[in-house]
């Protein structure tokens, strides 16, 4: 009896990390069931057929750094979207899996009451598939003995913080989460920029009255990454053990990085579209505008600072190119940008604005339609690599028929998509701007699929999706990052 499936999409361009090939691709049951050359399902049963009409059809985009209802961490604002809306806003954009961050205050003891209140938030309010990654403020004795029951329940990563004042540890304890995620096959992701180095420059541009979200820039210079990402290897060289560097900006930072996975260490790193894309010149705009494109690390000084990032993605320096969608409203006095902004402070003051741009639906488009990358290589740091490194594959981000779930991406082909300059209303995240506001987009999802249905249809509709379709995703070990040693971390004597 021949198969009957629920969808077949005839006439794409299949892209892999590996391979680009003319295909047809079926789907029974929420997976990908076959993957055959060009023409071999045109006579199959089934419920419905979307033809590709030549254009690309990628794994959907696995985005694995994503802050949605998180407390004021990053300055003074909390951040806008909620698990509805930017989940919502991912899968317009082609993201069909999300890790969020689960943020432990440094007033709390335990991960998992953080993680159970992050469940919550997540719930049967998501339109795309997710899971967490936890973010620990205080590793207390406490929080280090539940590492093995987040392994338990799927959680296989953690994110800490070299600086600000309320995630910031120090260098101790950063060695115990290496010691104890090194012990539970745990992959610590690091934001590595050195605080002091950063407060010290926000004092003497504070003496000098600069106050502007222009000063944003030169408060965070480069050696603050430089330095936190210097150290950052060395101590998990020390205790063998892999990590992954959040959002890299500078090109010496990424020449460390280059370095240490040239001698073999389980030193991995990721990028982000705004440093690709922005540079100093988004920061430095009238009145309170730059405020917009504040994040840290800042966006750098050049257009030859984005290339020598683009460049990192093409020559594997970068494992993985994520949004860091860390959204604050622009117009909101108490929670967004301006709420920096004071009579005394009418350009607002650079130190107290919220660090994170909105992201997680332009990642996909924006990239892709920059044409830089080989077309491998953008589904490998977008949604292959992610799931490796996270231990979400082969289940997300590949194409493996029986096993993937089909969460699909289907391009326009050539000529199909006139090109338009985006606009912040296009969009459907909970924020009023996108720091890419007027870049001319050559591309957008025509549809997304997740687990085999169609979530987006550009053309019809629009949003399909609906809100507690998405689930949680239990994550394995990371098929990437490992020790270079098995067993204990043995001392050095
Ligand atoms: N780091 C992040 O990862 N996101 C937003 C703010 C920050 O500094
Ligand atoms: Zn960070
Ligand atoms: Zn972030």
């Not at 198969?3 to 999409?9: F, G, R």
């Not at 806008?80 to 082609?94: F, H, L, V």
């Not at 494109?293 to 290339?307: F, G, K, L, Q």
């Not at 990358?373 to 799931?387: C, I, R, S, Y």
Request: net charge negative; aromatic share 8%; proline share 6%.
């Amino acid at each position: 009896m021949t198969e009957e499936y629920d969808l077949v999409i005839t006439n794409g361009i299949v892209v892999s990390a590996t391979q680009v090939q003319e295909c047809d691709i079926a789907i029974k049951n929420e997976r990908i069931a076959r993957i055959l050359p060009r023409g071999q399902l045109q006579n199959a049963k089934t419920t419905r057929t979307i033809d590709a009409q030549g254009g690309y059809v990628t794994p959907g985009g696995v985005d694995a750094h994503v802050h949605l209802q998180e407390p004021p961490l990053f300055g003074k604002g909390s951040t806008a979207d909620t698990y509805e809306t930017g989940s919502r806003s991912a899968i317009c954009g082609g993201t069909t899996t999300m890790v969020t961050f689960a943020p432990q205050k440094k007033s709390e003891d335990t991960l998992l009451e953080t993680l159970a209140t992050t469940h919550e938030r997540a719930k049967n309010n998501c339109y795309n598939d997710y899971s967490f990654h936890l973010l620990v403020g205080n590793p207390s004795a406490r929080a280090l003995s539940e590492f093995k029951t987040l392994r338990d329940e799927g959680i296989s990563s953690l994110k800490i913080y070299m600086t600000y004042e309320a995630l910031q540890l120090h260098d101790g304890q950063i060695l115990d989460v290496l010691l104890e995620a090194r012990k539970q096959g745990i992959t610590t992701m690091i934001h590595a920029e050195n605080n002091h180095v950063i407060n010290w420059m926000t004092t003497q541009l504070e003496k000098r009255k600069l106050f502007a979200p222009k000063y944003h820039g030169p408060s965070h210079p480069p050696v603050a990454e430089i330095e936190a990402t210097y150290r950052a290897i060395s101590l998990s060289e020390f205790m063998d053990t892999p990590i992954l560097i959040v959002h890299v900006s500078t090109p010496q930072a990424a020449a460390h990085i280059k370095a240490a996975k040239d001698r073999g260490l389980p030193v991995f790193a990721e990028t982000c579209p705004q440093y690709l894309f922005l540079t100093k010149r988004d920061l430095d705009q009238p009145g309170f505008e730059g405020a917009k494109c504040v994040c840290s690390p800042p966006p750098r000084s050049s257009e030859s600072d984005c290339d020598a990032i683009w460049d990192g993605l093409a020559d594997g320096t970068f494992t993985i190119l994520s949004s860091d969608h860390c959204p604050f409203k622009y117009d909101d006095p108490e929670m967004g940008k301006k709420s920096s902004i004071t009579e005394e402070h009418p350009v607002g003051r650079f130190k107290y604005i919220p660090n994170g741009c909105p992201g997680i639906e332009t990642r996909l488009a924006l990239t892709l339609g920059a044409g830089r990358l080989e077309l491998t290589k953008f589904v490998e740091v977008t949604a292959t690599n992610p799931a490796k490194l996270y231990g979400l594959y082969p289940r997300k981000g590949g194409l493996v028929e029986g096993v993937s779930d089909a969460d699909l991406v289907i391009w326009y082909p050539e000529g199909k998509m006139e090109e338009f300059a985006l606009k912040n209303e296009m969009l459907h995240h909970d924020v009023d701007y996108t720091p890419f506001e007027g870049r001319v987009m050559k591309q957008w999802p025509r549809y997304t699929l997740l687990r085999g249905k169609v979530v987006w249809d550009r053309e019809n509709g629009g949003l399909l999706g609906e809100k507690g379709y998405g689930q949680f995703v239990k994550r394995e070990e990371s098929s990437l990052a490992k020790p270079l040693k098995e067993g204990e971390w043995e001392m050095p004597l």
